[in-house]
Structure formats: C-alpha cells, structure tokens
C-alpha cells in the first residue's frame, strides 16, 4: 500500500465515519426537461455511469464520476439530487472550489435532497476558507439531527466548528513567510515527502508521475506507481535531476521518507511488507544499494510505520506508527527509538506521549539538525482543518513544549504534510493539496524575520520578491525567530597527495564527557556533512585505513548562532616524515599540564601504536611569537614532554617515543593575527619509522 493511498484511505474513512448515512441520492430526472429522446438517453447514461463510478469509492472513481455528473449538468443544471452527486464527486476528490460551487446550489435548490447535504455544504464552505459560514451551517445541521445522531455526531461537528475558529485566528495573525509551489520539480500527479540535507542543497521526493514507458496507472488512483526522484539546488533555483536507480525504485510502490544526518542514507516506506514497514538504503561505489530492514527489526511492527527522522548524532529516532499497543493514544502516533551505537539496531520504541501525540492521527515527523525543535503534521490539537503542521520546543528538563500550529499561510483546511527545514531555519519544505484541493505538490516556505520590512533590500528579501507568492500570502503579522545555535560543518576528504577523495569515517567526540557522541561516514567523493549543536567542545576525527587520522577541533560556546563552516581535510598516508596535528590537546594557562579534555586525542594516538607496533613517533610542541625564544622552548618542550609522560602511563614502551621543543621556529600561519598564532600553538607527532 502506498503512503499516499493510506492517508487518502484514512481520508475517506472519516469522511464517511462523519455521517451514519449514504452520501448518495436517487436522481430522477424529468423527461419533460428534453425536447429529443436522443439527449434524454444520454444524458441518463452520463448519470448512470457516474453512480456506478461514485458506487466504486476510489480517488480516481469520484473523478470519474464528477465528469460523468457534470456531462448530466450542463444539460440539466436544476435538478438538486444531480446537482448535490456533482458537488459530492468534487468534494471526494477535486478541487475544493468546485464542490462548493454545486454544493451551494444543491442547498438552494432543495436543501432536504440529502439528510447530510448541508454538512457536506458545511465541509466546502470550510475547505475554501468560509469559517464563518461554515460554522453556521455546521449548526445548523446540528439542528436537523435526533438525539440519537447527535449523540455520536456531536464530537465530530465541535471538532468541525473548532477548525473553522482556529481558521480564523490563523488568516487574522498569519505568519510572515512565502509560500510558493516548485515549478521545476511538480508534476501534474502526486508530487509529495520531500527530504533535505541540513544545507538544502539537494532534495529527495516521491512522484506519482511516470517512471517508465512500462508503468501503468493505478485504476483506484488513476495515477502512476510512486517512485523516488531527487533534484538539486543551484543558487536559488530547483533543478529537476530525475528518477533513482531500480536498486530503489523496483517494480512496487517506493516513497521516501526520511534522511540520514549525513546525507548518504536513505529512509524508504515498503507498504508491500506488513502494513507498511522502514528501510534504509546506502548510498556505496557511486551506487545506492538495494533497501534492508535489518536495523528496524525491533521498530517495524505489523501495523505501519510511515514516516521518521533521526538525530544528529544517529542514537534517537522518532517515527510514525498506528500500532495497537498499551501506550496508544491516538490513532497514529509518534514513538521514539533509541540506541547506544550508531551502526547498531534501533531498540525497542516507546511512545512520546500526549504532549505531541493527540488523540487523533499524528504524520511525516522531522527533526530539527539541532535536536532542539521537532515539527510534525497532526489532525488534532489546533488544526484548522485535515493534517496541519506543528512544531514542539525541547525544554531544558528534556520534555517537548506543547505543539504550535504554524499557522496560515502554510497551514491549510486541507492536508499539509511531510515538513523539512533547512538547518538555518531559512527555508521549509513541505507537501500540500489543500490550496486548491487538487493532487499533492511540494512547496517552498521562505521564513522571514521581524527585522526584515519589506521595504529592505536583503537577499531573503531578493529572493522573496523574485518567487510568485500564491494568491493567498498575506505578509503582515510580526514573529519572534528562535535563535538556531548550530553549526554545520562540511567539505571534503581527500588524499594529500594525489588529491583523490577518500571514504572515510568520521567519529564526533564531547572533549569533556570524553565521549564519542556520534559516527558518520563520508560518501564515495569524499563530502561530508555534520550538525554540531551549540555548547559543546568538539573533537572531529577523520579515520580511513592505510591512512594516519586526522583531528579538528570545534569549541562551540552555547551561545553560538547558526554557521557553516567548509573545511576540506587532508589524509597522510602512514610514512616517514609524515605529519599529524594533535587539534585536540589542551593545556592549562601557561603551563604544561594537560587538562583532561585531552585524554580523548591522546587515547587515539595510543590505539595508532598499538596498531602498528613497529611505529615509533616524535612528539613536538610548538607556540607562537610571542615572547622571547628561550622561554617558548622551554614550555613547548615541557608540553611534549607532558603528552610523553601521557602516552607512557598507557602502556606504550617509551623507546619509540622522543619528543622535543620548537618553539616558534616553525609555524604553520601567520604570526600577525590572533587566529594565526593561535593556530601556531600546537602539539603534533611525526612518524620517524614504522617498519
């Protein structure tokens, strides 16, 4: 089963849940209307038909039926039980304009033809953002019920008129965003679950358009079978790049749904397994590989899990599940998986409670690159209509704010789903067909901040004034931008040598927990990506075999705002001479103590000779200019000699070990600025053999 049949199935479910009653009439037709026989009859043919295709309840049914209903129409426009079946084929599947259109005249003309009609009037009215009126008429098909009606309806028609409230609280206080359709990558199908890198310069999605000349239409859907697309950014334009290989898109449906941190993962939606189960699928020798459900075999379930995310550091993940258990809240919620090993399988999912989850469906989960903010479609809290999209605050005690709505223009009466946003907070991405009730597509959300006025020139000003803002936009109300403390760091490993690109694995250490808090990988062209949130002392450490690692430190104050940092990185391979700087030792203030957030860079240099037994290694200190000669020997000396004494106390035979103090005889920058002195002040080793 696809995602999009699913949410549609869902759709339909509680459409026809909102009413005891058949939503189809009898439609009799006066022969005194035609003045030729030939009309008459084909006019009852277009009828007939379009009650059979109503009949077969399908997404693609209903369509068929609304052109069978409309061909009946334009011959006949003042029959109300035809006129309501034309309105109902349009409200069952599209668009939302149309089925107000007929639904309205079918109310005027008779108003009794259906015992529902003027709750099906009400749902057009609120589709198409007639709050107002649609709370009336929500009432007053609240008055046409019996007690007993009422009694189950009753739940459901307060939902109803609480949407159309929350409505117009959003339309009066909308939110300052663009909100714009990608041209470049919509088809005239389902377009739909977008999935970004951190940096936002590719996207992934899944399309129901052709894939091949072989592909067939799905009768219930009357679309094609979903498969997986990608496209890429260049500046501020989308590019289309096309399908990926049949290793992802096999012969059944294929949607993606998901990323991993780095950007080498896939996360897939399988609905031919179980209801609906999570694969990954890596990306290897310039190939992706095909889908395994290896890892997910404590979370996938046999009900369906369709959407999920996974934290920066690759130990948490949250998904999306309507399994029947003791921790159920709502129809589908959100659970979070957990593991100690970012190559280990995900463990046993617990759910995150009723903060997040309502007591209605949850869907498409994402996960901020920060840890901090986590945004998720939703069909209850303060939705104004079908799934809209919430985001949630983590608290310093570790819980999640309660949900916020974010609002019109991006929320709509209809379904919003399957929300991305860029690390830096500026730009979303996220599958709608509530502007005009047609098929998905996926749309571009341009955040702007209270600072910006219109009336400036700034680059998000630049682009939004180049993009064309749906009709609906409306710039007005002032929001408070939460601060996003993150840095990015990317780029590319290659050999120092030969400058070919290098698979490597990346490990992210806490300086001061001396923990290693994260794993990643670069891909086959040696790009890399990782999210450093704010507060932390870090220590990167690039590994490949046959080659010595390689350190970087990042010490993030918590106060740090959002950056990208591009740091290309050279591998050395394992020889005479060679050259590695220790970016993570630290010394206290003007002395040779070594302070504890070293033992991590360190503990690594001890693992590297007990690989390779026969090296042996000269430590070197080194500092800056500043001071006179004698006096930087000394203490740079005194600090090789530290991490010397170090490395001894680990076990590792002093003979292949030396050390000794350069002062600031050989610098590796410029003396005349801070950053290049600081940079100077250092401690590496150099391979003196190691056969």
């Not at 992802?248 to 399988?270: C, R």
Request: proline residues 3%.
């Amino acid at each position: 089963m696809t995602i999009m049949r699913y949410i549609f199935l869902i759709l339909i479910f509680a459409f026809i849940s909102n009413t005891g009653f058949s939503q189809r009439v009898k439609v009799k037709l006066d022969n005194d209307k035609f003045t030729e026989f030939k009309e008459r009859w084909n006019t009852k043919k277009q009828v007939r038909k379009g009650k059979r295709a109503f009949k077969d309840g399908t997404f693609a049914s209903y369509r068929q039926a609304a052109v069978h209903f409309q061909n009946a129409y334009d011959k006949i426009s003042d029959n109300a039980a035809l006129t309501y079946m034309l309105g109902m084929s349009y409200l069952k599947s599209v668009p939302a304009d149309k089925a107000l259109n007929y639904l309205e005249k079918a109310y005027n003309q008779n108003k009794t033809t259906h015992p529902d009609l003027i709750f099906y009037y009400a749902r057009a009215l609120h589709l198409n953002y007639k709050f107002e009126e649609a709370i009336s008429k929500y009432n007053e098909y609240k008055n046409t019920l019996t007690a007993e009606q009422l009694g189950y309806k009753d739940k459901m028609l307060k939902k109803r008129i609480s949407e159309c409230r929350y409505g117009i609280d959003y339309m009066a206080d909308t939110a300052r965003v663009f909100t714009t359709p990608i041209a470049a990558i919509n088809s005239k199908y389902d377009d739909f679950a977008p999935v970004i890198p951190p940096d936002g310069t590719k996207m992934y999605f899944s399309s129901k358009r052709p894939y091949d000349k072989h592909d067939d239409i799905y009768e219930n859907t009357g679309q094609y079978t979903e498969n997986i697309f990608w496209a890429g950014k260049r500046e501020r334009d989308w590019l289309f790049k096309g399908s990926l290989s049949k290793k992802i898109n096999e012969k059944h449906n294929n949607a993606v749904i998901g990323l991993s941190p780095n950007g080498m993962q896939l996360l897939l939606f399988d609905g031919q397994k179980n209801n609906g189960d999570l694969y990954k699928a890596e990306y290897k020798k310039s190939k992706w590989r095909s889908p395994k459900d290896k890892e997910f075999s404590k979370v996938n379930s046999s009900a369906r899990e369709s959407s999920v995310t996974i934290a920066y550091d690759n130990r948490t993940m949250y998904f999306t599940s309507d399994r029947d258990d003791d921790q159920k809240i709502g129809g589908q919620d959100i659970y979070r998986s957990m593991r100690r090993k970012s190559n280990k399988k995900w463990g046993k999912p617990v759910n995150v409670g009723g903060t997040l989850n309502s007591i209605y469906d949850e869907e498409g989960v994402f996960l901020h690159p920060s840890g901090q903010t986590i945004y998720f479609s939703s069909k209850g809290h303060t939705s104004m209509g079908g799934y809209d999209l919430f985001k949630s605050e983590k608290q310093s005690d570790g819980t999640w704010s309660s949900p916020e709505n974010l609002g019109y223009p991006i929320n709509t009466p209809g379904d919003d789903l399957f929300f991305g946003v860029t690390a830096n907070g500026r730009y979303g991405y996220y599958s709608s067909r509530g502007r005009d009730g047609d098929d998905f597509d996926i749309y571009e959300i341009i955040f702007l901040g209270p600072e910006k006025p219109l009336i400036q020139s700034s680059e998000d000003m630049l682009i939004a004034s180049m993009a064309k803002p749906i009709t609906e936009t409306v710039i007005e109300k002032t929001v408070d931008i939460k601060t996003i403390r993150l840095t990015i760091v990317k780029g590319k490993i290659y050999d120092a040598i030969t400058n070919e690109p290098i698979q490597a694995e990346i490990e992210i250490t806490d300086n001061e927990a001396d923990s290693v808090i994260m794993t990643s990988e670069s891909g086959e062209g040696g790009e890399y990506l990782v999210s450093l949130p704010s507060g932390k002392n870090y220590a990167m450490t690039i590994k490949a075999k046959d080659y010595l690692f390689h350190s970087e430190n990042f010490n993030i104050p918590p106060a740090t705002n959002y950056q990208e940092i591009v740091k290309d990185i050279e591998m050395n391979k394992l020889a005479a001479g060679t050259k590695v700087i220790l970016n993570n030792i630290f010394f206290e203030f003007g002395k040779a103590v070594l302070r504890t957030t070293s033992y991590p860079e360190l503990n690594r240099v001890v693992k590297l000779l007990e690989a390779y037994p026969k090296l042996k290694i000269e430590i070197s200190g080194h500092t800056d200019n500043k001071g006179s000669l004698a006096v930087n020997k000394r203490i740079s000396e005194k600090r090789a000699k530290a991490v010397v004494d170090y490395l001894v106390t680990q076990g590792v035979e002093q003979n292949r070990l030396t050390y000794k103090g350069y002062a600031y005889l050989q610098p590796v920058a410029s003396n005349d600025t801070e950053e290049g002195r600081q940079r100077n002040r250092r401690v590496e080793f150099k391979i003196i053999s190691h056969k």
